[in-house]
């Protein structure tokens, strides 16, 4: 009996140290390939990352973290077949991930961003557009939450428009995928712009912000300017394929399979008021049959559209209105005060277009487009706003900080903000006409619609 305790004690301690050893030694392949990736040596962290992967492959996400940092510099420092293989072997490892680390591995992040190395080598791998379509197409309908690549939704949209071009997709499926891709990307827009408004809150509420929170605003601010760069990818890939010519008929055949499905309506009303084809009168039928079926924020907007084209203005507003109190999201609803500020800044109603542009800004100050459209608004007025030559052009000033504000809240208009209020800036009084009118530190009351004050610089 003594006998058989001392061999089980024996076997356990050989065991022990038998796993503490192992241990040790996956942890230092990890350091030493930890070590090697941050310091760019691939080829030195390689083997380890390879012994460790094949020994141990749920050991530790680093692995995977600093493995795919190894292989991507592979990838940049060979060519030919080698390169494919380092590539595919990528493509493998972030698989590898999933099974091994599946809840820190988001579906559609990963898979598009393998379809991504695919696409960016696919001249290499000799990858067709149909291929790549179909990969970026499987990601977005295995997991769309996380597909938010700015690169990937453009690369993935681009797909389409290729594919449409070769009379491999019909002009049906290349609007539904623009309206998933923009939709994704407005949802993303507002994601990140609600999480920037709370600090933008907090520095106009005079407090300094940390380090930390300094840290995510540039975070923030990064994706918002790539996103804010893809929508207009998009649009400009879009380009003439969406015209009138094109919709009507398409939406005018779809029409009575379609008039029961909401969000079929939604998405031809609004493309058609995007590419202005609000005259036809297959809009009026959109419009009503979707108000009908599903009243809703878009639907009262779009009606407050038709009641503008019949020349009712006050007919037009209270839609408007309506649109704005049916929706419930914060973003979406700054949106909406801000296209009915468009409207109303095109028919030359300036002061309500302010009051809306302003709702907006409250809505969404991380926005900084109204800002633009009301130093816009300004500048146009600066000749009948003022009692004297000298105070009209002061108007210029009060426009220059208007736009000035736009560059400071929006990280996408930091340079048009900039050169815009320059120019407003070069029309406003001299430093010698502000000493020979002896008007320098004096506030100037702005009559007519803008009813604000301005400051004249000191000299």
Not at 71 to 84: H, N, P, V
Not at 294 to 321: M, Q, R, T, V
Request: charged share 30%; with cysteine; proline share 3%.
């Amino acid at each position: 009996m003594k006998t058989r305790i001392t061999l089980a004690a024996l076997m356990l301690f050989l065991g022990f140290n038998l796993s503490y050893a192992q241990n040790e030694q996956d942890i230092n392949s990890l350091s030493l390939m930890t070590e090697a990736a941050k310091a760019d040596k691939c080829d030195e962290g390689y083997k380890h990352f390879m012994e460790l992967r094949q020994r141990n492959p749920k050991f530790h996400l680093g692995i995977y973290k600093y493995g795919e940092d190894i292989l991507e510099c592979k990838i940049d420092k060979s060519s030919g077949a080698e390169k494919t293989a380092f590539i595919n072997d990528l493509v493998k490892l972030w698989e590898e991930r999933a099974i091994h680390f599946a809840s820190k591995t988001p579906k559609g992040e990963y898979a598009a961003k393998a379809c991504q190395l695919q696409y960016d080598n696919r001249e290499l791998l000799n990858k067709s557009t149909e291929e790549l379509y179909a990969c970026f197409d499987a990601a977005y309908k295995l997991d769309s939450e996380t597909f938010t690549n700015p690169k990937s939704l453009y690369t993935y949209f681009s797909l389409m428009v290729d594919l449409y071009d070769a009379d491999k997709k019909p002009a049906e499926d290349l609007f539904n995928k623009y309206d998933d891709v923009v939709e994704k990307v407005e949802s993303e827009v507002g994601n990140y712009s609600e999480k920037l408004n709370k600090l933008i809150e907090k520095e106009d509420a005079g407090t300094a912000l940390t380090k930390k929170d300094n840290s995510y605003k540039k975070y923030y601010e990064s994706y918002l300017k790539a996103y804010d760069q893809i929508l207009g990818g998009i649009d400009q890939k879009l380009g003439e394929r969406a015209n009138c010519e094109t919709l009507i008929p398409l939406y005018q055949k779809g029409f009575e399979q379609n008039k029961g499905n909401a969000e079929w309506l939604q998405r031809a009303a609004g493309k058609m008021s995007s590419k202005e084809c609000t005259d036809d009168p297959l809009f009026f039928k959109l419009v009503n049959a979707y108000h009908e079926l599903s009243p809703s924020a878009n639907s009262a907007y779009y009606l407050g559209i038709l009641k503008d084209k019949e020349g009712n203005s006050s007919e037009a507003i209270k839609f408007y209105e309506q649109a704005i109190s049916l929706e419930t999201d914060n973003i979406k609803k700054a949106r909406l005060n801000e296209k009915i500020g468009d409207k109303l800044k095109g028919r030359g109603s300036y002061g309500s277009a302010r009051n809306f542009y302003s709702q907006a800004l409250k809505l969404n100050p991380s926005n900084g487009r109204p800002h633009l459209r009301i130093a816009a608004m300004y500048n146009a007025s600066a000749n009948n706003c003022g009692d004297s030559n000298f105070n009209k052009r002061a108007v210029f000033w009060l426009a220059a900080s208007e736009a000035e504000k736009a560059g400071r809240v929006d990280p996408t208009l930091t340079k048009v903000a900039a050169q815009t209020a320059a120019s407003y800036r070069a029309k406003a009084p001299t430093k010698t006409e502000i000493f020979q009118a002896g008007k320098q530190g004096q506030t100037i009351s702005v009559g007519c619609w803008i009813s604000r004050s301005v400051s004249v610089p000191k000299i």
